[in-house]
Protein backbone atom coordinates (compact mmCIF):
# COMPACT_ATOMS: atom_id res chain seq x y z
CA UNK A 1 0.00 0.00 0.00
CA UNK A 2 1.39 3.05 -0.70
CA UNK A 3 1.51 6.70 0.84
CA UNK A 4 -2.51 7.83 1.64
CA UNK A 5 -2.29 11.81 1.67
CA UNK A 6 -5.31 13.77 2.81
CA UNK A 7 -6.90 15.89 -0.48
CA UNK A 8 -9.75 18.47 0.61
CA UNK A 9 -11.57 20.51 -1.76
CA UNK A 10 -15.15 21.78 -2.24
CA UNK A 11 -18.22 19.11 -2.73
CA UNK A 12 -18.95 21.26 -6.41
CA UNK A 13 -18.89 20.52 -9.67
CA UNK A 14 -15.98 21.76 -11.08
CA UNK A 15 -13.64 20.12 -8.21
CA UNK A 16 -15.59 16.54 -8.82
CA UNK A 17 -14.96 17.48 -12.41
CA UNK A 18 -11.34 17.65 -11.87
CA UNK A 19 -10.59 14.99 -9.57
CA UNK A 20 -12.55 12.33 -11.09
CA UNK A 21 -10.02 10.13 -12.35
CA UNK A 22 -8.40 10.49 -8.82
CA UNK A 23 -11.97 9.23 -6.92
CA UNK A 24 -12.29 6.41 -9.64
CA UNK A 25 -9.21 4.90 -10.04
CA UNK A 26 -9.08 6.04 -13.66
CA UNK A 27 -5.07 7.35 -13.68
CA UNK A 28 -2.03 5.76 -11.85
CA UNK A 29 -0.88 7.66 -8.87
CA UNK A 30 2.57 6.47 -8.46
CA UNK A 31 1.94 4.74 -5.12
CA UNK A 32 0.16 7.58 -3.39
CA UNK A 33 -3.43 7.42 -2.20
CA UNK A 34 -5.29 10.03 -1.31
CA UNK A 35 -8.65 10.34 1.21
CA UNK A 36 -10.95 12.80 -0.46
CA UNK A 37 -12.67 15.42 2.30
CA UNK A 38 -15.21 17.33 1.33
CA UNK A 39 -16.03 20.91 2.78
CA UNK A 40 -16.93 24.47 1.88
CA UNK A 41 -14.24 26.76 0.86
CA UNK A 42 -14.68 28.75 3.98
CA UNK A 43 -13.81 25.65 6.51
CA UNK A 44 -11.29 24.55 4.01
CA UNK A 45 -9.35 28.39 4.26
CA UNK A 46 -9.90 28.32 7.94
CA UNK A 47 -8.49 25.09 8.80
CA UNK A 48 -5.28 25.62 6.24
CA UNK A 49 -4.42 27.94 8.91
CA UNK A 50 -3.50 24.78 11.41
CA UNK A 51 -2.55 22.89 8.12
CA UNK A 52 -4.99 20.15 8.78
CA UNK A 53 -4.76 18.78 5.23
CA UNK A 54 -2.07 17.45 3.24
CA UNK A 55 -3.46 18.82 -0.03
CA UNK A 56 -6.05 21.54 0.19
CA UNK A 57 -8.23 23.93 -1.65
CA UNK A 58 -7.53 26.54 -1.33
CA UNK A 59 -8.89 30.68 -1.96
CA UNK A 60 -5.67 33.08 -3.18
CA UNK A 61 -7.15 35.69 -1.18
CA UNK A 62 -6.49 33.26 1.71
CA UNK A 63 -3.14 32.26 0.77
CA UNK A 64 -1.26 35.15 2.82
CA UNK A 65 -2.42 33.47 6.30
CA UNK A 66 -1.34 30.26 5.45
CA UNK A 67 1.83 31.05 3.28
CA UNK A 68 4.09 29.69 5.97
CA UNK A 69 2.32 26.25 5.80
CA UNK A 70 1.13 25.60 2.41
CA UNK A 71 3.07 26.11 -1.06
CA UNK A 72 0.33 26.72 -4.36
CA UNK A 73 0.41 24.38 -6.97
CA UNK A 74 0.29 25.93 -10.60
CA UNK A 75 -2.28 23.12 -11.51
CA UNK A 76 -6.21 23.14 -10.10
CA UNK A 77 -6.70 26.53 -10.07
CA UNK A 78 -10.22 28.02 -10.81
CA UNK A 79 -9.64 31.55 -12.56
CA UNK A 80 -12.35 33.60 -14.26
CA UNK A 81 -10.90 35.17 -17.51
CA UNK A 82 -13.82 37.97 -17.67
CA UNK A 83 -15.99 36.47 -15.11
CA UNK A 84 -15.90 35.47 -11.58
CA UNK A 85 -18.46 35.96 -8.52
CA UNK A 86 -21.73 38.06 -9.33
CA UNK A 87 -22.92 40.70 -6.88
CA UNK A 88 -26.69 40.32 -7.27
CA UNK A 89 -29.79 41.99 -5.59
CA UNK A 90 -33.71 42.11 -6.22
CA UNK A 91 -33.45 45.56 -7.65
CA UNK A 92 -30.69 47.63 -9.31
CA UNK A 93 -27.96 49.06 -7.58
CA UNK A 94 -25.12 51.18 -8.57
CA UNK A 95 -21.41 50.83 -7.32
CA UNK A 96 -22.33 53.71 -5.20
CA UNK A 97 -25.64 51.99 -3.27
CA UNK A 98 -23.04 48.89 -2.66
CA UNK A 99 -20.84 51.32 -0.70
CA UNK A 100 -23.79 51.67 2.01
CA UNK A 101 -25.41 48.49 1.30
CA UNK A 102 -25.11 44.85 3.06
CA UNK A 103 -23.88 42.65 1.63
CA UNK A 104 -23.74 38.96 1.46
CA UNK A 105 -19.83 37.03 1.27
CA UNK A 106 -19.48 33.37 0.82
CA UNK A 107 -17.17 33.75 3.92
CA UNK A 108 -14.38 36.51 5.00
CA UNK A 109 -11.42 34.52 4.00
CA UNK A 110 -12.83 33.82 0.02
CA UNK A 111 -11.13 35.75 -2.67
CA UNK A 112 -14.78 36.65 -3.47
CA UNK A 113 -14.82 38.61 -0.32
CA UNK A 114 -11.64 40.51 -1.42
CA UNK A 115 -13.20 41.37 -5.12
CA UNK A 116 -15.84 42.54 -2.96
CA UNK A 117 -13.58 44.83 -0.70
CA UNK A 118 -11.67 46.26 -3.66
CA UNK A 119 -14.70 46.83 -5.59
CA UNK A 120 -16.33 48.47 -2.84
CA UNK A 121 -14.30 49.44 0.23
CA UNK A 122 -17.52 50.85 1.85
CA UNK A 123 -19.77 48.07 1.85
CA UNK A 124 -21.41 46.20 5.39
CA UNK A 125 -19.91 42.81 4.48
CA UNK A 126 -22.17 39.84 6.59
CA UNK A 127 -20.57 36.56 6.20
CA UNK A 128 -23.44 34.11 4.74
CA UNK A 129 -23.13 30.26 3.82
CA UNK A 130 -22.71 29.93 0.04
CA UNK A 131 -25.93 27.87 -0.17
CA UNK A 132 -27.84 30.29 1.69
CA UNK A 133 -26.99 34.09 0.37
CA UNK A 134 -29.62 34.05 -2.67
CA UNK A 135 -32.00 33.28 -0.27
CA UNK A 136 -31.04 35.90 2.44
CA UNK A 137 -30.96 38.29 -0.84
CA UNK A 138 -34.01 37.28 -1.45
CA UNK A 139 -35.79 37.90 2.30
CA UNK A 140 -34.50 41.13 2.11
CA UNK A 141 -31.50 40.21 5.61
CA UNK A 142 -29.04 42.60 3.06
CA UNK A 143 -29.74 44.31 -0.16
CA UNK A 144 -26.86 42.30 -2.27
CA UNK A 145 -25.07 39.15 -2.27
CA UNK A 146 -21.88 37.95 -3.98
CA UNK A 147 -22.41 34.52 -5.46
CA UNK A 148 -19.99 31.69 -6.30
CA UNK A 149 -20.57 27.99 -7.74
CA UNK A 150 -23.80 27.70 -9.50
CA UNK A 151 -25.05 30.79 -7.84
CA UNK A 152 -23.38 32.26 -10.54
CA UNK A 153 -26.00 30.47 -13.06
CA UNK A 154 -28.79 30.52 -11.81
CA UNK A 155 -29.49 33.45 -9.91
CA UNK A 156 -31.83 35.01 -12.00
CA UNK A 157 -34.42 31.72 -11.64
CA UNK A 158 -34.54 33.44 -8.42
CA UNK A 159 -35.85 36.51 -9.86
CA UNK A 160 -32.60 38.39 -9.10
CA UNK A 161 -30.72 40.43 -10.91
CA UNK A 162 -27.07 41.22 -11.63
CA UNK A 163 -25.96 44.49 -10.17
CA UNK A 164 -21.94 43.47 -11.03
CA UNK A 165 -19.69 40.98 -12.36
CA UNK A 166 -16.72 41.02 -10.21
CA UNK A 167 -14.69 39.22 -12.78
CA UNK A 168 -15.51 41.27 -15.69
CA UNK A 169 -14.48 44.33 -13.34
CA UNK A 170 -11.49 42.93 -12.51
CA UNK A 171 -10.10 42.37 -15.91
CA UNK A 172 -11.89 45.80 -17.59
CA UNK A 173 -9.12 47.36 -15.03
CA UNK A 174 -5.92 44.79 -15.07
CA UNK A 175 -6.56 43.17 -18.24
CA UNK A 176 -5.81 40.12 -16.46
CA UNK A 177 -8.26 36.99 -15.41
CA UNK A 178 -9.07 36.72 -11.70
CA UNK A 179 -7.84 33.81 -9.76
CA UNK A 180 -10.07 32.81 -7.21
CA UNK A 181 -8.98 29.71 -5.97
CA UNK A 182 -5.91 27.05 -5.74
CA UNK A 183 -4.80 24.00 -5.00
CA UNK A 184 -2.15 23.84 -2.28
CA UNK A 185 0.74 21.50 -0.56
CA UNK A 186 1.69 21.46 2.97
CA UNK A 187 5.43 22.59 2.70
CA UNK A 188 6.71 19.72 5.27
CA UNK A 189 5.82 17.04 2.84
CA UNK A 190 8.85 17.84 0.71
CA UNK A 191 9.80 18.68 -2.48
CA UNK A 192 9.75 15.34 -4.12
CA UNK A 193 6.35 14.36 -3.16
CA UNK A 194 5.22 18.47 -4.27
CA UNK A 195 6.11 17.19 -7.30
CA UNK A 196 4.58 13.40 -7.39
CA UNK A 197 1.21 15.51 -6.00
CA UNK A 198 1.32 18.11 -8.72
CA UNK A 199 2.23 15.50 -11.57
CA UNK A 200 -0.95 13.23 -10.28
CA UNK A 201 -3.36 16.30 -10.05
CA UNK A 202 -2.26 17.23 -13.39
CA UNK A 203 -2.75 14.45 -14.96
CA UNK A 204 -6.58 14.41 -13.28
CA UNK A 205 -7.13 17.27 -15.02
CA UNK A 206 -6.37 16.32 -18.46
CA UNK A 207 -7.95 12.66 -18.00
CA UNK A 208 -11.58 14.72 -17.07
CA UNK A 209 -10.94 16.99 -19.86
CA UNK A 210 -10.43 14.12 -22.43
CA UNK A 211 -13.45 11.96 -21.35
CA UNK A 212 -15.22 15.02 -20.73
CA UNK A 213 -18.93 12.98 -20.88
CA UNK A 214 -17.78 10.67 -18.46
CA UNK A 215 -16.25 13.25 -15.69
CA UNK A 216 -19.39 15.44 -16.38
CA UNK A 217 -21.70 12.66 -15.65
CA UNK A 218 -20.04 12.10 -12.05
CA UNK A 219 -19.85 16.07 -11.55
CA UNK A 220 -23.20 16.58 -12.31
CA UNK A 221 -23.86 14.95 -8.80
CA UNK A 222 -22.28 17.88 -7.39
CA UNK A 223 -24.37 19.99 -9.75
CA UNK A 224 -27.05 21.20 -6.82
CA UNK A 225 -29.64 21.49 -8.96
CA UNK A 226 -28.02 22.70 -12.30
CA UNK A 227 -29.14 20.89 -15.31
CA UNK A 228 -27.10 19.23 -18.00
CA UNK A 229 -26.52 22.20 -19.87
CA UNK A 230 -26.05 24.76 -17.27
CA UNK A 231 -23.32 22.24 -15.19
CA UNK A 232 -21.56 21.50 -18.30
CA UNK A 233 -21.15 25.21 -18.62
CA UNK A 234 -20.25 25.95 -15.34
CA UNK A 235 -17.16 23.19 -15.18
CA UNK A 236 -16.59 24.86 -18.43
CA UNK A 237 -16.14 28.27 -16.97
CA UNK A 238 -13.39 26.92 -13.98
CA UNK A 239 -11.81 24.10 -15.72
CA UNK A 240 -10.06 25.65 -18.51
CA UNK A 241 -6.51 25.89 -19.83
CA UNK A 242 -5.49 27.97 -16.26
CA UNK A 243 -6.45 24.97 -14.93
CA UNK A 244 -4.29 22.53 -16.74
CA UNK A 245 -1.26 25.49 -15.86
CA UNK A 246 -1.05 28.68 -14.79
CA UNK A 247 1.46 29.81 -16.66
CA UNK A 248 2.73 33.26 -16.69
CA UNK A 249 -0.38 34.87 -17.04
CA UNK A 250 -1.95 33.19 -14.44
CA UNK A 251 0.80 33.76 -11.98
CA UNK A 252 1.12 37.22 -13.05
CA UNK A 253 -2.85 37.76 -11.93
CA UNK A 254 -2.04 35.98 -8.46
CA UNK A 255 0.48 38.50 -7.66
CA UNK A 256 -1.50 41.10 -8.89
CA UNK A 257 -4.61 40.35 -6.53
CA UNK A 258 -1.70 40.14 -3.55
CA UNK A 259 -0.54 43.36 -4.51
CA UNK A 260 -3.81 44.94 -4.73
CA UNK A 261 -5.31 43.50 -1.32
CA UNK A 262 -2.07 44.30 0.46
CA UNK A 263 -2.03 47.98 -1.17
CA UNK A 264 -5.87 48.46 0.28
CA UNK A 265 -4.72 47.50 3.55
CA UNK A 266 -5.95 44.26 3.62
CA UNK A 267 -3.23 42.43 4.05
CA UNK A 268 -0.61 43.19 7.11
CA UNK A 269 2.31 42.65 4.91
CA UNK A 270 3.15 41.73 1.20
CA UNK A 271 3.27 38.62 -0.39
CA UNK A 272 4.81 36.83 -3.43
CA UNK A 273 3.25 34.00 -3.93
CA UNK A 274 5.41 30.51 -3.67
CA UNK A 275 4.62 27.58 -6.33
CA UNK A 276 5.97 24.32 -5.38
Known sequence: ????????????ADDAFMF????????????LEFRHELLDIETLNRRAEDGVFDITALSFAAYPAV??????????????DGYGPVVVAKRSLTRVDLEEARVAVPGMKTTACLA????????????????????????GNVEAGVVIHEGQLSYADRHLQRVADLGEWWKLGTGLPLPLGANAVRRDLGPETARAVSDVLRRSIGYALEHREEA??????????????????????????????????GKEAVAALLRFGHDAGLFPESVTPEFA
Open 216 to 249: LEHARAFARGLDRERADRFVGMYVNSFTVDLGRE
Open 116 to 139: MRLFAPGADLREVPFDQILSAVEA
Open 1 to 12: MGRTLTLAHSPD
Open 20 to 31: FALAKGRIETGG
Open 67 to 80: RRRYLLLSCGASVG
